[in-house]
């Protein structure tokens, strides 16, 4: 099927393919309130992905300044290891990122006061400022989506 963007959306389209003859599973799927789930979160970070990218921020800058900034007011000493668990992500990739915002002056990385190994991380006033704003934009996107 070829779809010409003048004549039919992508809604239309999907909505004539005959679901069940491609694969019942296929169908039950597509169906499934985590197929739904998925979209909406989809959407969601995109959305809000397009309005921090204003801020010079990546939706998992965000993320990861955002929960430093939590970490920070619960504990003296926030590690990347900390981060990662806390979201779930690959350490290296997370160091990756707070590299980034370490560039831009987000954040400091310390030697940790115990492990050689590791790096205490803190939110400079800079990181906070723009974590406000950042916010003030996701409760904004939020309540309207």
Same mark, same amino acid.
């Given at each position: 099927?070829? /779809?010409?963007?003048? *004549? %039919?959306? &992508?809604?239309?389209?999907?909505?004539? /393919?005959?679901?069940?003859?491609?694969?019942?599973?296929?169908? *039950?799927?597509?169906?499934?309130?985590?197929f739904y789930l998925e979209m909406a979160t989809f959407a969601w970070e995109k959305g809000l992905g397009e309005l921090l990218a204003d801020l010079d921020l990546t939706l998992t800058q965000f993320k990861m300044l955002a929960s430093l900034t939590l970490l920070n007011k619960d504990r003296q000493v926030v590690t990347q290891m900390d981060i990662a668990n806390r979201l779930g992500a690959d350490k290296t990739m997370v160091s990756e990122v707070l590299?980034? &915002? %370490? *560039? *831009?002056?987000?954040?400091?990385? %310390? %030697?940790?006061p115990l492990d050689r190994r590791a790096k205490s991380l803190t939110v400079t006033e800079k990181g906070f400022e723009v974590l406000e704003i950042a916010v003030q934009h996701a409760v904004g996107f939020n309540e309207t989506f």
């Amino acid at each position: 099927m070829v /779809i010409d963007p003048g *004549k %039919e959306t &992508l809604s239309r389209v999907v909505q004539d /393919i005959d679901w069940g003859s491609m694969s019942p599973q296929l169908q *039950k799927l597509v169906e499934s309130p985590s197929f739904y789930l998925e979209m909406a979160t989809f959407a969601w970070e995109k959305g809000l992905g397009e309005l921090l990218a204003d801020l010079d921020l990546t939706l998992t800058q965000f993320k990861m300044l955002a929960s430093l900034t939590l970490l920070n007011k619960d504990r003296q000493v926030v590690t990347q290891m900390d981060i990662a668990n806390r979201l779930g992500a690959d350490k290296t990739m997370v160091s990756e990122v707070l590299r980034t &915002l %370490e *560039k *831009k002056g987000y954040i400091i990385r %310390e %030697e940790h006061p115990l492990d050689r190994r590791a790096k205490s991380l803190t939110v400079t006033e800079k990181g906070f400022e723009v974590l406000e704003i950042a916010v003030q934009h996701a409760v904004g996107f939020n309540e309207t989506f």
